[in-house]
């Protein structure tokens, strides 16, 4: 009789499995559907996992390395819905690049190989117990991931490339320092395999040394903020979700960061217990939340490629999700919501950059121009998405930036909401301005109109109805959901 | 058996000083590989032998001393360099940085609560000024295979940490981490490789075309 | 005080010129040939005294001091080294600090000379040497450090009489460190290949050499003398950590400082005859290496010695 618990391993198996039969791929479209259509599946079984966590609690299985407990399913549930529409996205970004020769069935091959691989190491990440586990995850993903960026190759490209591999495998090689020194300071009272894992260090009867676990704590938020793009280590993703071709940026901004900052998460809680709850950890991540906002701001204003653009709102909103777990109370409970809305939303715009980029043939956005006359679809996508992005009602980005603005009232951290304010109003002058000479500024030369099928349509304005309908209405489950990722986080709403 | 493993880790600090100061890859690469072949044999001469250990510590002898060295050859023989391009911080000046960097681990882990468990007093030390010489030469070097051997210097500083601090990590992390480094080098030479083919030189300081 | 404690002052008097000699032998050895005598050093020495001298007239009294001076200064630093247990006639706590400055002092009288001749060969010497000895120092005064901190006295005597073989098991590898870096220093400070060619009389790699070019007779026999006196001493720096043979009886003990003083040369011969000359610009790294060793063995120190 197998319990529940076997779906976690699968959720890693299946797309390894994948990733090596995309080498076997006969043509590239039929790699892409493949690639589709399986993702579509596996986040089927995923969702059946996240639904048994959220109505029956935490799923163990195989002695205690695979876990799954309502942050971790929150997040796998983004995870699936961002791969899904990645997924089909990359049908329609790579189909005239097919029907040039330019995606050959070689590139092809290795796209989805890499694409799957990538899969699995964020679900290994997310449904791994063992710290040192979680950590060999988000290695691998750096490393899967670093010749998505590169598929076309070209010199921009390989520079991005070398960036984001050294930056990030530096980064997170700190990072496994920080573990190491968490095990260290738990070795009064645990040891061997015990010691890396997440649900032993929970444990209130394990007593921590704080001041290793204050040390941890600092490399482990420098090591993984890397990852995620919390300023000052932020330099390598402008770069690299801007080179890399439209669906691997989508899937970069969409969820890879958020696995990074997921891993700071995880942590958190064992950091406040060892430290008395004082809200040490918290502090950390309400300077870093601030400082990524607001040097993301500083840059938005001066962008010309759109994608740039979005790779800086990238970093904006996660610092605005560090902010709000740094907070507290009801900011975590918003930090979750935001990732929920940011990656959906960040994944969308890259869709419509990117379709949008081979239309016009740049991704300068002094020239793409018009966009809505020019494409309908793709057009109103983008510029909706941009709207979304910097927290125009109702959707529901307003809702969660809001409802931080509340809880730092509530904690009475005075200049952090100033300077969140100052921040966002930045963010929200400069890209309204690029969205608004994008939207109705006249072409110089009138590419011609790109022809979309419908199918396109829906990919393109579903997640922006989904986006206006949590603004105004959050469903119970959902708003459920949220409270016990929150509770695992220690607040207790 | 300690002062076996007082030997290794004085090894370590001394490769690490040797790489700061020399300038030709060839001979950095050899150096690096004497530092991973003296980062495997830790877990072998710390006492309490198992097939475990035994093993591990072959596959990082074999990995660090063999794999990773051929690798990087193989990506600066494709290229034309022999000689690393003027660094951002001079040989003296490194070498000198280098002092600093160990006193400073050796206060640091005065200020630590004490955590080596029954190995040697300067494994935690030793691991920090691994860690710091590392970042500090990915940082101050410009040749992109320099920057791999900084990244390959840190690990080994945090596999010594994770010797000192934590001794019974599970296999299958152990593995995993060797595999994750293994397969880092791996991507970084066949970028390096990359990179020469389409820029015709492998001077990271070079790669400025994305600003902003 | 016995007779015992000034014997290594009386025989590094009589000996020293036995060094280069050995030196020289060695690298003959090596290179297939029949070499020099062994008593070469003396014969040039007696020849050097009996000649005249001729100064030129742009030097004034610096020019003429600081032969006699520099020999002064190593004849007085031979009075505190000691000889295994026999403490020196001079020791004081502290004395390794004079040993340094003494040394310097020397240094800084024959670098005023070679300026005082107003040529631009010798003055570009001596900003050679200055330079390498500046590097030079910290290596020294911190691998004397760390040997005071290991035996616990800050007189030579007292570090010569202390590290004996218990201690070369307990901090066995800092002591090879601050050997190592010392060993450094003495070819540095001797000017030996690699840092500098005895041999060479090419303008764009001498040393030392050129800031002695212009002295004749007398002065060039102390100035010769002192140099042998000068591997004398630092010899015995050497000899004494890696050899540590103390508490024998009063003629044991000297002829295990005279069997020292040999392996030093013969190792500096076969130093000279294995490795070639390091480019200029290399030997500060190379200096800056020794002084990092010297740190780390003076650290691992701290960690070790009780």
């Known amino acids: ?493 | 058996m300690s002062a076996w493993t007082d030997i290794i880790l004085v090894s370590l600090i001394l490769t690490t000083f040797w790489l700061l100061g020399s300038s030709r890859l060839a001979s950095c690469i050899r150096i690096c590989a004497i530092q991973g072949v003296a980062t495997g044999l830790l877990g072998v001469v710390g006492g309490g032998i198992t097939i475990r250990v035994a093993a591990i510590s072959l596959a990082i002898i074999v990995l660090k001393g063999l794999t990773f060295p051929w690798l990087l050859s193989r990506a600066l023989r494709e290229s034309n360099t022999s000689h690393e391009v003027q660094p951002f911080v001079g040989y003296v000046a490194s070498l000198l940085i280098g002092v600093l960097v160990l006193a400073f681990s050796f206060w640091a882990d005065s200020r630590l609560p004490s955590l080596a468990h029954g190995a040697s007093r300067l494994v935690v030390p030793v691991a920090f000024a691994l860690l710091i010489a590392g970042l500090f030469l990915i940082v101050a070097r410009k040749t992109a295979v320099n920057q791999v051997i900084g990244y390959l210097v840190m690990e080994n500083g945090i596999y010594t940490f994770g010797f000192g601090v934590v001794r019974e990590i599970p296999a299958l992390v152990e593995l995993g981490v060797l595999m994750d480094v293994f397969v880092a080098v791996f991507v970084m030479g066949i970028a390096i490789y990359r990179i020469n083919r389409t820029f015709d030189h492998i001077d990271s300081d070079q790669l400025t075309l994305l600003k902003g | 005080m016995s007779l015992w404690n000034f014997s290594y002052a009386v025989l590094g008097l009589l000996l020293a010129p036995l060094l280069p000699g050995i030196t020289n032998r060695t690298k003959a050895v090596f290179a297939g040939r029949q070499g020099p005598p062994l008593l070469q050093a003396y014969w040039d020495l007696a020849k050097l005294l009996r000649k005249g001298t001729v100064y030129s007239r742009t030097t004034s009294w610096v020019f003429r001091l600081a032969p006699p001076g520099g020999l002064a200064c190593v004849v007085a630093a031979l009075w505190l080294v000691p000889v295994g247990n026999f403490a020196a006639p001079l020791a004081f706590p502290g004395d390794l600090i004079l040993l340094a400055y003494l040394l310097g002092l020397m240094r800084f009288m024959t670098v005023c000379a070679a300026l005082d001749t107003g040529s631009s060969f010798e003055g570009m010497g001596a900003s050679r040497e200055v330079q390498f000895s500046a590097l030079a120092e910290p290596a020294l005064i911190l691998g004397l450090a760390a040997l005071a901190y290991a035996t616990g006295s800050f007189s030579l005597s007292g570090i010569f009489g202390g590290v004996t073989r218990p201690d070369w098991l307990q901090v066995g590898p800092a002591l090879v460190l601050v050997a190592a870096a010392l060993l450094i220093v003495f070819l540095a400070e001797n000017c030996r290949i690699p840092v500098d060619d005895p041999n060479t009389h090419l303008e764009l790699t001498m040393i030392h050499e050129v800031m002695i070019l212009d002295y004749g007779g007398p002065d060039l026999a102390f100035i010769l003398y002192g140099a042998t006196l000068k591997l004398w001493l630092l010899g015995a720096l050497l000899a004494n950590i890696f050899l540590p043979l103390t508490g024998f009886a009063g003629p044991a003990q000297i002829a295990c400082l005279v069997a020292g003083m040999v392996v030093v040369a013969v190792l500096t011969g076969v130093i000279e005859s294995v490795m070639a000359r390091l480019s200029l610009l290399k030997v500060p790294q190379l200096l800056v290496g020794a002084a990092a060793l010297s740190v780390l063995g003076f650290v691992l120190m701290l960690r070790f010695a009780p």
């Open chain 1, 1 to 493: 009789m197998l319990t529940a618990g076997w779906m976690l391993p699968a959720l890693v198996a299946a797309p390894a499995v994948l990733a090596g039969l995309s080498l076997l791929a006969r043509t590239p479209r039929a790699a892409l559907w493949v690639g589709a259509v399986a993702t579509t599946v596996i986040a089927l079984v995923a969702g059946c996992a996240v639904a048994q966590v959220f109505m029956h609690g935490p799923l163990e299985c195989v002695g205690g390395w695979f876990f799954l407990d309502a942050l971790s399913a929150y997040h796998l549930a983004i995870l699936m819905l961002v791969f899904v529409f990645c997924g089909f996205f990359a049908i329609v970004y790579f189909r005239e690049e097919i029907a040039n020769g330019v995606f050959t069935r070689k590139l092809a091959r290795r796209y989805q190989a890499l694409w799957f691989g990538s899969f699995a190491a964020m679900n290994l990440v997310l449904v791994s117990n063992n710290l040192g586990v979680m950590w060999v995850g988000v290695e691998a993903t750096t490393l899967l991931s670093a010749f998505l960026i590169c598929i076309h190759v070209s010199p921009a490209a390989l520079e991005a490339m070398w960036k984001y591999l050294l930056m990030c495998s530096v980064g997170v090689a700190l990072a496994f320092a920080g573990i190491l020194l968490l095990a260290a300071a738990s070795s009064a009272s645990l040891s061997g395999h015990d010691a890396l894992l997440w649900t032993r260090l929970m444990n209130p009867s394990v007593t921590l040394n704080p001041v290793l676990v204050k040390v941890a704590f600092i490399f482990l938020v420098v090591g993984f903020g890397t990852k995620a793009g919390l300023a000052p280590l932020h330099s390598w993703l402008p770069d690299a979700h801007s080179q890399s071709p439209a669906p691997v940026s989508a899937m970069f901004s969409g969820f890879l960061l958020n696995t990074a900052l997921y891993c700071i998460l995880r942590c958190l809680p064992i950091v406040e217990a060892a430290t008395g709850n004082r809200g040490w950890g918290r502090e950390i991540l309400v300077v870093l939340g601030i400082l990524s906002i607001l040097v993301a701001a500083v840059f938005i204003v001066a962008q010309h490629d759109v994608k740039r653009l979005l790779a800086y709102h990238s970093v904006e909103h996660l610092g605005i999700i560090a902010l709000g777990v740094g907070l507290g109370g009801l900011g975590v409970w918003a930090a979750l919501f935001h990732t929920l809305n940011h990656s959906v939303c960040k994944a969308t715009s890259f869709f419509g950059a990117g379709m949008l980029g081979q239309t016009y043939g740049t991704h300068d956005m002094r020239r793409m121009t018009d966009v809505a006359r020019v494409s309908p679809v793709w057009g109103t996508s983008l510029i909706g998405s941009l709207l979304a992005l910097i927290g125009i009602a109702p959707f529901a980005l307003f809702i969660s930036e809001f409802l931080i603005l509340k809880a730092a009232l509530n904690e009475k951290a005075y200049l952090a909401a100033a300077l969140f304010l100052t921040g966002l109003g930045i963010v929200f002058i400069g890209a309204l301005g690029h969205a608004i000479s994008m939207a109705w500024k006249p072409p110089a030369t009138a590419p011609r109109p790109l022809r979309t099928h419908h199918a396109e349509a829906l990919l393109a304005w579903t997640p922006l109805a989904l986006l206006l309908l949590l603004g105004l209405w959050i469903p119970a489950p959902l708003r459920a959901l949220i409270t016990q990722a929150a509770a695992v986080l220690g607040v207790t709403p």
